[in-house]
């Protein structure tokens, strides 16, 4: 099977605009560049040779047959990505961009043809027609490939075709307001209004945009979805939808470009120092953004904030820009699950010293399966649980208080997803790298919680309350647990490794893929539970009184004071 870096993220976004012409094909005198076909939004797979040798790839997977006459029902892989991107024609309007750029009527021909093909096997409302083919994104993503091929071919049937696109995509019980899918439905129906003069899709688009965007992107740039990565998404599609608004001779409204910048911010603060995106939510651990940083060091701060404290839930710290051996850690809380989040609040993700080394376990697919479900899970993130107690999903958590100092930060969150409270706080040192975490819920209840190596690592050693850990380098990490406030070590601490019932120790570093990783299962607790993560170190000592805990790592003397809750 073949690979490509990113190719979900790549084949999910898409680029259309709206405009005259921009150039004349090279190698041809008669076929004139459209501003409508060309773009990034063409899929990099399938290619046009492929297409007209018959053959499509999609998502990475295995390329498929395609014949002659197409079947829109072909489903080789029972994945929903799959058959929507089928049903997107963006691979058709590949052929038309192709056919601009070198004039082969062979590749236009085969294009009408496939467009075509799909209008008379897909009526809409008949049974006749795939039961993906009329679904809302299917639609938005449609229709600018269709009005690409519009720009060459003149025929009813695809003039139709596209009114009845404009039709649904107007329709108010399709669209999704405050989504993603909200955006690409305006870009779709705007640039159809755009290519037609009907003005009442053109408007219909601006508007329904503007709440949608004030909706999905708040103030700070966060994106509601609780997935980092669909923030590259939504900024792409934001500047499409921008630049076609401009080329119909509208004004951009303000708040779509003023959360458009925003947007900047937040995706280069979720980015980690070896350059990819921290794998919150529905986001896999390959997304790699580029230039996102720039608008951070060219702000208002200078130097760059270190840490920032965005609204509706996420903490992001690092030691320093620019740097792949800074440390650099994630904390979830805010509002409950919705859209692409994961239930994920209360955890952390810990890089140091130019590693990954505590992990969200990441996003494998959006296919309904019990690894899918398990990956959405408490139990697949660094949390703590309420031993005994039943999960309440879609709770929402605080961030109660927060301390940042240029070398040390501390915060404490709580919620009641246990149905009782259950408290986090979380101390990450610089400089001496040592992460603590203390989780306490009330008298009467236990508490446990897991956490997820990245799958670099093996177990070296397993006892005393202590799980050791080293790289194929070498390089060695070590977890201490200790009960509070007694400062004994816990005992009974279990790695778990490619587990398949129930599911623990894995990790999914790239769609559709999953791989064993260690995962630390801690026993209950009766009391507040003290986790420390020593970087760089198997031999951190350490030791208690009064509350204080020092420590030694690998570089320098660390202590810090555990007083009731809270990490200072």
Known sequence: MRRRTQALFLSLVLFATCGATVGTAEGSDQVKRTSECQGDWLPATPTGPEIMAGEVEFLDLDPVKVAKDVNWRTDPYRNRSWSMVFHSLRWMGRLVADYENNGEKAYLDRATEIAKDWVEDNPLGSAKASSYAWQEHPIALRAPALLCLSKHVSASWLTSSLAEHAKMLSNPNLYEKGHNHGIDQDIALLGIGCRYKRDEWSNLAIKRLTETVKLDVDSQGVLREQAPRYAIYVHERL????????????????????????????????????????????????????????????????????????????????????????????????????????????????????????????????????????????????????????????????????????????????????????????????????????????????????????????????????????????????????????????????????QQSPYQGWVSPAYLQKEPAPAVVSPASDGPLLTVVVPGTDKPSVSCAGGKVSLETSQGSVSFRVNGADLS
Not at 326 to 339: D, V
Not at 360 to 367: A, I, L, M, R, T
Not at 383 to 392: E, Q, S
Not at 396 to 417: E, F, P
């Open 239 to 498: 500047k499409v939808a921008m630049d076609n608004i401009t080329a119909c001779g509208r004004k951009v409204p303000g708040e779509i470009a003023k959360r458009w910048e925003s947007l900047e911010g937040f995706i280069a603060y979720s980015t980690q120092p070896n350059g990819f995106m921290v794998p919150i939510g529905d986001g896999t651990a390959d997304v790699r953004p580029v230039g996102y940083d720039q608008a951070v060091k060219t702000s208002g701060d200078h130097p760059a904030k270190t840490v920032r404290v965005f609204g509706n839930g996420y903490v992001y710290g690092r030691t320093a820009w620019d740097k792949p051996e800074s440390a650099f850690y994630s904390i979830r809380f805010g509002p409950g699950l919705k859209y692409h989040g994961h239930e994920d609040h209360l955890g952390v993700t810990y890089y140091a010293q130019g590693r990954d080394l505590l992990v969200d376990v990441g996003f494998h697919s959006y296919e309904n399966s019990a690894y899918r479900n398990w990956t959405m899970s408490p139990e697949a993130h660094n949390t703590p649980a309420v031993v005994g107690a039943r999960f309440r999903g879609k709770t929402a958590t605080t961030l109660s208080r927060s301390s940042i100092g240029q070398d040390r930060q501390s915060y404490r969150l709580t919620d009641k997803a246990y149905g009782v409270p259950r408290t986090r706080s979380v101390l990450v040192n610089h400089g001496e790298d040592v992460m603590a975490v203390l989780d306490t819920v009330p008298k009467g209840s236990q508490v446990r919680n897991v956490w997820h190596f990245a799958r670099e690592f093996s177990t070296v050693s397993n006892s005393g309350g202590r799980v050791v850990v080293k790289d194929k380098a070498g390089w060695k990490a070590t977890l201490v647990q200790i009960s509070m406030p007694s400062c004994k070590p816990v005992s009974g601490l279990k790695v778990a490794k490619g």
